[in-house]
């Protein structure tokens, strides 16, 4: 058997529990993978003329679960399955675990390319660290002065004064979140009301606060920004969960980003994997996925397959167009499929910045070509470590010659010398980023979006009920999908 691109997960004893490392020094069988000869007919079955010539190896006896995906959703996933005796394969489309997750180095320091920081308000992800003893810490420097849009297209420079009237707005746009979202993370709690205002985006709720043109300005780029570029696409009650979920306060709000935990991203995720003792097959994005009602098959786009009694699917909502499922998707998966859920355009990147700057956060109005930068590290001798967010599909944000004109928009003393970014509408394995609700599809698309599907159950950041995109919102759902997973076997 070709074993390229086939992985055993195993982590040191730092960072992990002892329990932990002794179930990682575990032998974890082989895994049964068919060659590249395997088809699917236009039922979607595989069909069994299409097998001959191959081998299925020690398929039976290595795993009987199969997770589709390594983020925090799929390993989630795994390591419950495992926990209920189950023997999980995961199926991995990148060469990497994390999904919309990237630890990286640039310029010294770590850097996150995907999601970035954990919130003390989220349960399960504070349960997670102290489960593998990672710490959680604030990280970046704070500002010194912030700039805003006074109108379109120009900015200027306000002491820190000026966060009081940023939040001020925040707090006039989630007015009423105590009403109608009491339990958040039960977000059809008060049913009645939440349908009331499902239907309105960010973009209706400012229309209805009638602002003042500079305030809207400064609060539309936020909602802009978080929305994946255009305010009329995100729902009121998205962010309103947002603002619910940690407290209904701005304290709460603010404390969504600037922690982070220790080795960042990637080395939660890896303790959590170890547990799992999970095989990982790498560089096999997934093309089919059948279920015949005894037991799932999954062929790859290299026609590789694999066959287990049950199968979570743990990729964003808006790859699931792009996966064949046999029989189909049923109505409302396949609506959210069409529709997505994550943002579909989020570029995030690290600039190394020379020049008089300062330490600022900067944030742009809605259609700016870059929405949000604000320093983060200070490398010394007038450089410093920016991050920034862009929702314009145009914006090649990995390149500094683009880039540079448009920084400067904000601070014209800026210099960008270097560049590390990523581009997740483009990334062909998440085709977005964060998941944010669009208008109505909360009370339309939960719960039903949470079932399983015959023998195939499904994890992601975007059909949360809780944290809904965020890491938070992933574990969740990977608990979910495996005690339905685990329900079937």
């Known amino acids: 058997m070709d074993n390229q691109g086939d992985t055993t997960s195993g982590i040191p004893a730092t960072k992990v529990t002892r329990r932990s490392v002794l179930r990682a020094a575990g032998t974890v069988a082989a895994v049964g993978a068919l060659g590249a000869t395997g088809a699917v007919n236009a039922a979607g079955a595989v069909a069994a003329g299409d097998l001959a010539g191959t081998t299925e190896v020690g398929e039976e006896g290595s795993y009987d679960a199969i997770v589709i995906g390594a983020g925090y959703a799929g390993v989630t996933a795994a390591r419950e399955l495992r926990a209920r005796g189950r023997r999980p394969l995961i199926i991995e489309a990148r060469d990497r675990i994390g ?18 920081w954990f919130s003390p308000s989220q349960d ?7 489960r593998y003893g990672f710490g959680l810490s604030p990280e970046g420097v704070g500002p010194d002065k912030a700039v805003f849009p006074v109108e379109p297209g120009r900015y200027q420079e306000f002491g820190l004064d000026a966060f009081t009237h940023y939040d001020n ?59 994946g570029g255009n305010s009329a696409d995100g729902a009121l009650t998205a962010l309103a ?83 064949r499922f046999a029989p189909g998707l049923p109505p409302m998966h396949a609506e ?8 579909p355009n ?32 200070d490398l010394g001798n007038s450089e410093q470590l920016m991050i920034g967010f862009s929702e314009d599909p ?27 970014a990523q581009d997740w509408g483009k990334d062909e394995f998440a085709r977005g980023g964060w998941a944010l609700r669009r208008p109505g599809q909360l009370t339309r698309h939960l719960p039903a979006v949470q079932r399983p599907h015959g023998r195939i159950a499904f994890a992601n950041d975007g059909i949360a009920s809780g944290w809904t995109g965020f890491i938070d919102g992933a574990i969740e759902t990977g608990f979910r999908a495996a005690e339905q997973a685990a329900a079937l076997v």
């Open 99 to 116: 999904g919309r997750t990237w630890t990286q180095t640039f310029a010294g320091q770590r850097i996150e390319l995907g999601a970035n």
């Open 124 to 130: 399960l992800v504070m349960k997670e660290l102290k």
């Open 169 to 227: 707005l925040l707090a006039r746009v989630f007015e009423g979140t105590r009403d109608y979202f009491p339990r958040p993370l039960e977000p059809l709690y008060a049913e009645d009301k939440i349908r009331a205002i499902d239907g309105k985006s960010l973009s209706d709720r400012m229309d209805d606060l009638k602002l003042p043109a500079r305030d809207r300005l400064w609060i539309s780029g936020t909602l802009s920004n978080y929305s």
């Open 241 to 323: 969960q947002w603002w619910a979920l940690p407290g209904h306060t701005t304290e709460g709000w603010h404390s969504l980003i600037g922690q982070v935990a220790d080795d960042g991203m990637k080395g939660l995720l890896e303790a959590m994997l170890a547990d799992a003792r999970a095989r990982v097959i790498y560089r096999q994005p997934v093309a089919y996925i059948a279920d015949d009602g005894r037991r799932v098959t999954v062929v790859t786009r290299t026609g590789r397959i694999f066959r287990a009694p049950v199968a979570v699917v743990a990729v964003p909502a808006n790859v699931w167009k792009h996966i």
């Open 336 to 343: 959210v499929a069409e529709q997505g859920s994550g943002v």
């Open 346 to 377: 989020a570029a995030k990147f690290w600039a190394r910045v020379r020049g008089d700057v300062g330490r600022v956060v900067a944030n742009g109005e809605e259609g700016a070509p870059i929405s949000a930068l604000f320093s983060y590290y």
């Open 394 to 420: 145009s914006l090649d944000v990995s390149d500094p010659a683009q880039l540079n004109p448009v920084v400067r928009r904000m601070l014209p003393k800026a210099e960008v010398v270097d560049v590390r």
